[in-house]
């Protein structure tokens, strides 16, 4: 599944899939997502660490959704 993240506020994001679902929150607090609706159950494995950097997190979500994460201006 593909995501497009976007910054809601400084420090967080907002992962939405390309139908425009919610699927997730990620803050910079230890950078931790929190996913949403439907694709939650998916995502919990990511939901249970802290990562170092965005990127990680995008990382960490693509490999277990096997898709990819754009990000948005």
Not at 45 to 70: K, M, Q
């Amino acid at each position: 599944m593909d995501f497009d993240v976007s910054r809601t506020a400084p420090g967080h994001w907002v992962l939405t899939d390309l139908l425009g679902r919610p699927a997730g929150h990620i803050g910079t607090r230890l950078f931790r997502f929190a996913p949403v609706g439907q694709s939650g159950s998916a995502l919990r494995e990511v939901a249970s660490h802290t990562f170092e950097s965005l990127d990680n997190v995008l990382r960490a979500v693509e490999i277990v959704s096997r898709g990819s994460c754009h990000l948005k201006p």
